[in-house]
C-alpha cells in the first residue's frame, strides 16, 4: 500500500469520526437556542396519584422553560398493560426523544431498558431505584437513569394506624405482586408492625381482578388493613372499601387518593411535588446535566389527610390533635 494511498484513507477516517460527533445525537448543550427538545413520558395506568405526578411534571419542566411551542411533549398511558409499556417505550426510542419519564416503577424500567444506557430516563415517584436496578445508588446513580423517589413515611402510617384503631391486633397488608414499590412497601411495613407487637396478616393480588376475593378473604381475618403505596392496590381502592366496610374493618392507605377513596386517615406524601420535582430534574439534564452525578431526589414529607365520612361510617373517633392537624396543615375529605 503506497503512501498516498495510506494519506487519503487516514484523512477519510478522522472526517467520518469528525462527521459522527456532529450529525451523531448530540448533548444538548450543543444544539442552538431554536432547537425543540421531544420530551417522553410514560405513565403505567390512570389513577388520580399518578395524574398528579403527570400534572407536576408538566408544572416542572415550565420552570425550566420548557413549555408551549419550546417543547413537544409525547404522553403515553399504558393502562396498566406490559405489552403497551414495551410498544410505547419503543415508539420513544424510534422518534429519538431527546429525554423520557417513567411514572411508576414499570414504566421507568421499561424506559431504561429500552433506552439501554443511552437516552436519558427520569424516574418520577418510583419507591425504591436502587432496588429495582434502575440506579447504582441514589447519590451516584451511575448511567443514564436519574430522578425522583417518593419515600412512604412508613412510621407515622404506623402511628396513624395505632391512633385511629388503638386496640387492634391483627393488621392485613396488601400488596400486587408485580408491583416492586407495593412489595417493598408492604414487607417493610410489616417487619415495623411485627416489632411493634402486631398479629401481620400478608395478602398479595396479581391484577385488580384479584382484589374482591383477597378482600373479602381478609376482611374475615384482621382488625385494620394497611394499603401501601402500590398501584394495583389504589387502583382497587374502591372495590377494597366496598368490602372492608361490610365488615366494618378500617382502611389506612399511603397516599391521599385512597383516603379519599375511602381510607380513614394518612401522612401523604405530595404526589404532586414528585412530579414538580422530576420535571426540573428532566429541564436540567435537557440542558446539559449529567444523570450519572445527578443524585436521585428522595421526596419525604407529608401532610396529614382525614376522611371524616368514612371515620363516621365506620363509628371511628379520630384524635382531635390528628383532625386539627389535618385542617390546618393538611386536607379533610368530608
Do not use: C, W
Not at 389504589?234 to 391521599?256: E, F, G, R, Y
Amino acid at each position: 500500500m503506497n503512501k498516498r494511498l495510506i494519506s487519503t484513507i487516514a484523512i477519510i477516517v478522522a472526517f467520518l469520526a469528525v462527521a459522527f460527533v456532529v450529525t451523531g445525537k448530540p448533548a444538548q448543550q450543543t444544539k442552538n437556542k431554536d432547537y425543540v427538545p421531544t420530551v417522553g413520558i410514560l405513565q403505567l395506568v390512570t389513577h388520580p396519584a399518578l395524574d398528579e405526578i403527570h400534572r407536576g411534571i408538566v408544572a416542572g419542566l415550565k420552570t425550566q422553560g420548557y413549555t408551549g411551542k419550546k417543547i413537544k411533549i409525547d404522553y403515553q398511558n399504558a393502562q396498566a398493560n406490559q405489552a403497551n409499556l414495551k410498544t410505547m417505550s419503543q415508539k420513544f426510542t424510534n422518534e429519538n426523544a431527546d429525554l423520557t419519564l417513567g411514572i411508576a416503577t414499570p414504566a421507568a424500567l421499561s424506559l431504561a431498558k429500552t433506552a439501554d444506557g443511552n437516552s436519558p430516563v427520569i424516574l418520577a415517584g418510583i419507591t425504591d431505584p436502587t432496588g429495582s436496578g434502575l440506579v447504582k445508588t441514589a447519590q451516584r446513580p451511575g448511567a443514564n437513569v436519574t430522578g425522583t423517589s417518593g419515600d412512604s413515611p412508613l412510621e407515622q402510617h404506623l402511628s396513624v394506624i395505632k391512633q385511629v384503631v388503638p386496640n387492634a391486633k391483627k393488621l392485613g397488608i396488601i400488596y400486587t405482586t408485580s408491583d416492586h414499590g407495593g412489595e417493598y412497601n408492604a414487607k417493610k411495613m410489616a417487619q415495623l408492625a411485627k416489632t411493634a407487637g402486631y398479629d401481620v396478616h400478608m395478602y398479595t393480588i396479581s391484577t385488580t381482578n384479584d382484589m374482591q376475593q383477597v378482600a373479602e378473604t381478609m376482611a374475615s381475618q384482621v382488625d385494620v388493613v394497611y394499603a401501601p403505596q402500590d398501584n394495583g392496590v389504589a387502583s382497587a381502592m374502591k372495590t377494597l372499601i366496598n368490602i372492608t366496610n361490610k365488615d366494618n374493618i378500617p382502611v389506612i392507605p399511603a397516599v391521599d387518593t385512597m383516603v379519599k377513596d375511602g381510607g380513614v386517615a394518612t401522612i401523604s406524601v405530595s404526589q404532586y411535588d414528585i412530579g414538580y420535582q422530576a420535571g426540573i430534574m428532566a429541564g436540567q439534564v435537557l440542558k446539559g446535566k449529567n444523570t450519572a452525578t445527578y443524585p436521585v431526589k428522595t421526596i419525604t414529607k407529608g401532610d396529614m389527610v382525614i376522611n371524616l365520612k368514612q371515620a363516621k361510617l365506620l363509628g371511628l373517633r379520630l384524635p382531635a390533635d390528628m383532625i386539627k392537624t389535618a385542617e390546618t396543615k393538611g386536607e379533610v375529605f368530608k
